[in-house]
């Protein structure tokens, strides 16, 4: 069995930390209702509005484990009774008051973009050996000499995407908005998004004195 070393494994877990620390998710605009008095809510469900149901289910996931790290009794609005296809808002409205849910934080994709680039690089040289040739001005004269082949490399692709999300906090027993904010996340590929939107809606809570 190969064994690792101490200094490997430190270095392997360097990477990794500044390999998870590319992506930054920051809030860039916040909304709070005039009208409704946040309340502190009893169960909050989360529901994302994603295009892919795999995808939606592992996000509302995420960030309800980092919500209940928080102290919310959240749940994820695919986990309820009629929650777990596409919904009017009736048949959502419906579905929440009958799982006893009193609140539910909504995440929309209102924006983003970005993608790969090929990138072609340089050429360079490979040694491939050492050859046997004449020296010109001696006819018994070997002359060594060092054997190189062009190469050019495989390029790579590179990406930069970035998302916007607008989350917004509704109190189902009003049936208004009570807040909203919205998040911009760089290089998504890098970072536990769904961990930082987490953070983000409990710092909101705790604001507006929910939790």
């Known amino acids: 069995?190969?064994?690792?070393?101490s200094r490997s494994l430190a270095v392997a877990l360097l990477a990794l930390a500044l390999l998870t620390g590319c992506g930054t998710t920051k809030v860039v605009d916040t909304w709070t209702s005039d009208e409704v008095s946040p309340v502190e809510p009893q169960r909050l469900a989360v529901l994302a509005a994603w295009p892919e149901d795999l995808q939606r289910r592992v996000i509302e996931r995420d960030i309800v484990s980092g919500l209940r790290k928080d102290g919310v009794n959240a749940v994820a609005a695919s986990e309820l009774p009629g929650m777990s296809s596409r919904l009017t808002r009736s048949e959502a409205e419906k579905a929440l008051r009958n799982a006893d849910v009193d609140a539910v934080v909504l995440v929309f994709v209102i924006g983003g973009g970005g993608g790969g680039k090929y990138v072609r690089s340089d050429y360079w040289l490979q040694y491939a050996g050492t050859g046997v040739g004449?020296?010109?001005y001696h006819p018994y004269y070997t002359d060594f000499y060092d054997v190189y082949v062009v190469r050019e490399g495989p390029g790579y692709t590179e990406s930069t995407t970035e998302i916007f999300l607008e989350t917004s906090?509704?109190?189902?027993?009003q049936l208004s908005r009570v807040w909203s904010?919205?998040?911009k996340s760089d290089d998504i590929e890098y970072q536990d998004m769904a961990a930082k939107i987490a953070g983000k809606v409990s710092s909101q809570m705790k604001k507006h004195d929910q939790l």
């Open 181 to 183: 904010i919205v998040t």
């Open 169 to 173: 906090y509704v109190d189902v027993r």
């Open 1 to 5: 069995m190969r064994k690792i070393s």
């Open 134 to 136: 004449y020296g010109w």
